[in-house]
């Protein structure tokens, strides 16, 4: 429960806000930015929910922008938190981007947005597809004034009635994020594959769909054996159309479909992942002249495969300047802004294996104070047609009572997570030796 | 106020004014978005209330919901206008469209307005009957509204009542916002209750079991924010027998596959709450099994819901270390981690750590030493000592990381490794004096007082051991006055004890000492420590010898940062903010809108002895989490002012340092050789730092004297428990 949910510039100015219950004061909004910097001159992480005279801040940060919720009771923390994240994601699909600019420009919009996701403190309709459906930027546009869509309070609250297409199509996506940590002497020391099952669906009227994967889980409580491989997902969350009830009971993935674009599931594999892309750094710091970078990049899949758009990011010292590289592929760009420099290869193909060298000036006097930071290596990349966990779709079963055909389509792809990392040794001194 | 109400003749008040009462919609419109701009802004626009509020009757939906917000915003200050507002919104309320008589039953609601509130109960008896279920689920929280401004208005017209026959209804969304409306009812009728006029029995909402049924049917079929509301009312319940508990665990089950976080947690709540009464070992089992899947989804959510679901997760692992037994490298830090996500993962690896998963652990953890962000690199250390203190085959090779560390010589990590080291030495006296040179050679890098206080006790508790003792005590002897008090006191202390193990080589330096600390010493609580040394030495050196170099029991890591009543309340209380500050509610709500101050004084007032007994443990929890090693060091004599007492123990607090020295049993005896019987009580109230949460897992080491002194302290507990946040 929230008494009252604003949105603050980094200088801690409120942009909008909207209250829902008068026990907590708007102007307690402007003591946020304030505590929180006390906080932080006192030595502590600011934290999302910190408690101050009675009043409960819950904040959330989107790009330069604070989103903060006041409360004054034992409020469910995790419900405002997520929902102030939801009241990103709503307002980034209506405005495309959240920032200072987009609030002044849409405030009117923002505020029946604000009315209708929330009521007394309490979230309400969340689903940026119904709100569109009666909170529109051409409202004055429209001849026939909006209605509530019975959507809203159905029990299917996220599909209308009544949707028709021409011809009735599927398409599903499965990606999957790989996350890695590999620390500076090669062994991986966590992996992790986080999936997502995203579905575009162009069908006509109220479609019952089954979905059947290779889920190890499945087979066996069913007893029936797999052809090939099968997969066992950790932890399995789903969009609320689907019936959880089911898919406790006998692993069925049954539901009526958004229309439009939704992620139907996402799923989670803690099975060690051998690194698809492997990368590894051999630096050679002449401190107080400059400092030397071999890059090796590996690609350590199936030759058939291959990745695209590989981003390789080596951070460098922060006083480096004048770099100069030589890559056997792709090319190299040096990024100041990040402390580090950017190798980016369109096309790597399975089994493939490249090189790099970099060279950069150091200056020759150095902050004795100064901390060797070591940020990772972060690799970005993704790699079409192919899954690391060997999910696959076995079926997509689409029921219409109106018995339409409808066809659904399936395309594959591994990307980087947010964290594909390798460590780096500390830098080895080299000035000691013979140049 | 007074200013904009009169009206302006120019300026923008003046054009908005003519605008607003133009003769064309479009220019009436648009002065209206133009006053709302002005509003956003913060400038005020009160006076163009009658104005703005001709525009109210209107097809133009927008139009409609921007004079309402205008309202919302400026009714409480211009009250005998909004009067003029009550028959469109009656109007309203029985408009065609839904979406019309919804906003206008939430919109009056919202006005809270004496005046206005009299005219809501006509059109919000017709919404709660309306046959379009949007129109109804707003209604219920209508009810909420006007029970929290007027409740006898809600009660006498029935709508409490009404309330509770909707939870039958046949739309799960209005299932879910009758139940919140109770909730939120229920809780504003105890948050109210005073002991003159009790909570009014029809505010209280019990949940029976046809509630439960209906819950549990609504449940499957509500949205997101319905399920939160669902499951919190379900953890509430008191099942009758351990049949039902099962039942509910069973129902309940499959929303941990719900992707929205809160719900999740929710779920988690309930199981943990009707977890209690199951005695079948291995539904329990299976309980627990499914469980951690979804905590361990809930670290790959954003920055804020993950730290949510961190503190949520420590408090679960607190009372059942078993869930996430084999998770351990999910709580691996990234590198991007916000600090107060990556301070929470080290708590929780170190509640992992077992002997099997020591190694990986440890060798993160000496990967995090070597970042920038001092704080955690800090605590980053502090975890390979907890390490090294709970699993006894480690704590070689922590001693081993940390060498490694001491000598990368960076100024803060070798003083953060000194003081771990001391807490080793403290768990396991004699294993590692092979480390002491090592220790001693970096003397001249520390500059804090809590490492010099470490080293210093260092030296002093191996003194018969190291043959420059003296010498390097001396430097702390000659430097005694400029240094900080907890490093005095262990310069005192230390250097008391290299006399009394070699009496040759320490006879100047002790005097000196003491004749310092007893002269020229500003602190009372040195000057006493040194007077206490000095008699004991002059009139009986066995005793002496007994009090100053007893033996102390080794310090251990503790399971629990919260007391195991207020562990099981939190329990109850997953995914709320109690839960995530790990203290039970009544430490930071405010009552109604009196704000926290009333329960503070209800404390205070002694008139619940329980809540005030369940304050003061959650201040003796807080006070053991804080420090490494917290020793009951009531050093104050009997002739020394209590109050002053108190500052200068909260001048020195949070020295781990100093405290090593006295350990309780000694002291003990040291009080009663001075016939002091009173150990006075402030030195346990020193506020703990707000600075770490309750982190470190060293319990107070043998003491139970915080607990049975708990009572006796007088009002400062409480203002510690605020200064908390």
């Known amino acids: ?435 | 106020m007074n200013l904009s109400r009169a009206a302006p003749k120019k300026g923008e008040n003046f054009e908005l004014r003519s605008d607003l009462n133009s003769e064309y919609r479009d220019r009436r419109k648009d002065a209206i978005k133009r006053v709302i701009a002005n509003m956003t802004v913060g400038k005020d626009v009160s006076g163009l209330f009658p104005d703005v509020l001709k525009n109210m009757q209107t097809d133009d939906l927008e139009q409609k919901k921007l004079v309402y917000l205008y309202l919302m915003n400026y009714a409480k200050t211009q009250p005998e206008l909004v009067i003029l507002a009550v028959n469109t919104f009656v109007k309203d309320a029985d408009d065609p469209n839904p979406l019309v008589r919804a906003l206008a039953i939430r919109t009056m609601g919202m006005l809270r307005a004496e005046k206005i509130i009299d005219y809501l109960s006509d059109p919000l008896q017709k919404c709660l009957r309306d046959e379009n279920p949007y129109v109804r689920k707003t209604a219920c929280l209508c009810v909420a509204k006007l029970y929290d401004l007027k409740p006898e208005l809600a009660i006498d017209n029935g709508f409490i009542g009404q309330l509770q026959e909707m939870v039958s209804d046949s739309n799960p969304m209005v299932v879910a916002n009758a139940i919140t409306a109770l909730t939120d009812i229920h809780a504003t009728a105890v948050l109210n209750a005073t002991e003159s006029s009790p909570a009014p029995l029809q505010a209280n909402f019990i949940i029976t079991p046809q509630v439960l049924g209906k819950l549990l049917i609504a449940l499957g079929e509500s949205s997101e924010w319905g399920r939160v509301a669902l499951l919190t009312c379900l953890a509430r319940y008191k099942a009758v027998d351990e049949k039902e508990s099962e039942h509910i665990c069973e129902r309940v089950l499959p929303q941990f596959q719900h992707v929205n976080g809160s719900v999740v947690l929710a779920a988690v709540k309930v199981m943990m709450v009707h977890m209690r009464h199951l005695t079948r070992e291995d539904l329990v089992k299976q309980i627990i099994k499914k469980m951690a899947p979804p905590l361990v989804t809930l670290v790959s959510s954003a920055p804020e819901t993950q730290w949510v679901a961190l503190r949520n997760i420590n408090l679960l692992l607190q009372k059942r270390p078993d869930i996430l037994q084999n998770e351990m490298r999910v709580f691996f830090c990234k590198y991007n981690d916000p600090p107060y996500v990556k301070l929470e993962k080290l708590d929780i690896m170190i509640r992992l750590a077992q002997e099997k998963n020591v190694d990986t652990l440890l060798s993160e953890l000496k990967e995090y030493a070597s970042e920038v962000d001092v704080d955690f690199v800090r605590r980053a250390i502090k975890a390979i000592g907890q390490c090294a203190i709970k699993i006894e085959s480690s704590a070689g090779r922590c001693v081993q990381v940390l060498l490694e560390l001491i000598n990368t010589r960076v100024s803060y990590v070798v003083q953060e490794a000194v003081v771990v080291m001391k807490d080793i030495f403290r768990k396991y006296p004699h294993n590692y004096e092979g480390v002491i040179p090592t220790l001693c050679a970096n003397l001249d890098e520390l500059d804090e007082p809590e490492a010099k206080a470490s080293l210093i006790w260092i030296i002093g508790e191996y003194a018969e051991k190291i043959d420059n003792a003296s010498e390097l005590l001396g430097v702390f002897v000659d430097s005694f006055l400029e240094e900080a008090y907890q490093v005095q006191l262990q310069t005192l202390t230390a250097v008391v004890k290299l006399y009394m193990k070699k009496p040759e080589s320490a006879q100047g330096v002790v005097s000196k000492v003491l004749e310092t600390a007893t002269k020229d010493c500003d602190s009372p609580d040195v000057r006493d420590r040194a007077y206490i040394y000095w008699r004991l030495l002059s009139t009986d050196p066995n005793a002496a010898k007994a009090v100053i170099l007893a033996t102390r029991p080794p310090i251990t890591l503790a399971q629990t940062t919260v007391p195991p009543v207020i562990l099981e309340e939190l329990l109850g209380e997953i995914g709320t903010l109690a839960s995530v500050y790990h203290k039970p509610a009544e430490t930071f709500v405010g009552r109604g809108r009196v704000g926290a101050d009333a329960v503070h004084r209800k404390i205070e007032g002694q008139e619940d002895e329980a809540i005030r007994e369940k304050a003061l443990q959650t201040l003796v929890a807080g006070q053991q989490a804080e420090n490494l090693l917290d020793f009951d060091e009531a050093v104050a004599g009997e002739d020394q002012p209590t109050g002053l007492a108190a500052t200068t123990a909260a001048v020195v607090q949070s020295s781990a340092g100093h405290k090593v020295l006295t350990s309780a049993n000694p002291l003990d005896d040291l009080a009663s050789l001075f016939g002091s019987s009173s150990l006075a009580t402030p030195t346990q109230a020193p506020a703990p730092s707000p600075m770490s949460p309750p982190a470190s897992m060293f319990p107070s080491v043998p003491s139970a004297a915080p607990l049975s002194n708990g009572p006796a302290v007088p009002s400062k507990p409480q203002e510690d428990l605020l200064g908390l946040f």
């Open chain 1, 1 to 435: 429960m929230a008494s009252l949910i604003a949105i603050l510039d980094l200088k801690g100015k409120p942009l909008i806000q909207r209250t829902y219950r008068d026990d907590v004061s708007p102007s307690q909004i402007e003591r946020f930015l304030p505590l929180a910097l006390e906080l932080e001159e006192d030595g502590q992480a600011v934290k999302p929910c910190f408690s101050s005279g009675g009043v409960n801040y819950m904040h959330i940060r989107h790009s330069n922008l604070y989103l903060l919720a006041l409360s004054k009771r034992n409020t469910n923390a995790a419900e405002i938190i997520i929902f102030l994240h939801r009241l990103v994601s709503v307002l980034i699909e209506y405005f495309k981007e959240l920032e200072e600019e987009s609030i002044r420009d849409n405030f009117v919009i923002i505020y029946e947005l604000l009315d209708e996701m929330m009521d007394f403190g309490y979230p309400q309709t969340t689903e940026s597809k119904i709100l569109q459906e009666y909170i529109t930027q051409e409202s004055h546009k429209l001849e026939v004034q909006a209605s509530v869509p019975i959507t809203v309070t159905n029990a299917v609250s996220w599909r209308s009635e009544g949707i028709r297409y021409r011809k009735n199509e599927v398409f599903l996506d499965v990606i999957e994020s790989v996350n890695m940590l590999v620390n500076a002497n090669g062994n991986v020391i966590r992996s992790e594959i986080l999936g997502a099952v995203k579905m575009k669906c162009y069908l006509s009227g109220m479609p019952e769909l089954r979905l059947g994967l290779n889920d190890k889980v499945m087979f066996e409580t069913t007893g029936r054996t797999s052809r090939g491989k099968s997969i066992e997902m950790e932890d399995v969350k789903f969009h609320q159309c689907v019936r959880l009830s089911r898919f406790e009971s006998d692993r069925t993935i049954s539901f009526i479909p958004p229309d439009g674009e939704f992620e139907l599931m996402t799923y989670r594999l803690s099975t060690p992942v051998k690194p698809l892309i492997w990368v590894e750094a051999a630096v050679e710091s002449y401190r107080g002249s400059r400092v030397e970078y071999m890059v090796k990049v590996r690609a350590q899949f199936k030759r058939r495969s291959q990745a695209n758009n590989v981003e390789i990011f080596v951070p460098v010292p922060e006083d480096a300047d004048t770099p100069k590289f030589r890559a056997s592929t792709g090319g190299v760009q040096y990024a100041p802004e990040k402390s580090a420099f950017v190798w980016k290869i369109k096309q790597l193909g399975g089994g493939r294996e490249f090189l790099m060298r970099a060279h950069f000036g150091l200056p020759s006097v150095k902050n004795v104070d100064d901390v060797d930071r070591r940020p990772p290596i972060q690799v970005k990349f993704e790699i079409p047609y192919f899954t690391v966990s060997g999910i696959q779709v076995r079926y997509l079963k689409i029921v219409e009572k109106s018995g339409y055909q409808a066809l659904p389509w399936v395309r594959y792809i591994t990307q980087s997570g947010d964290e594909y990392a390798m460590r780096t040794l500390q830098e080895k001194d080299a000035s000691i030796q013979p140049i």
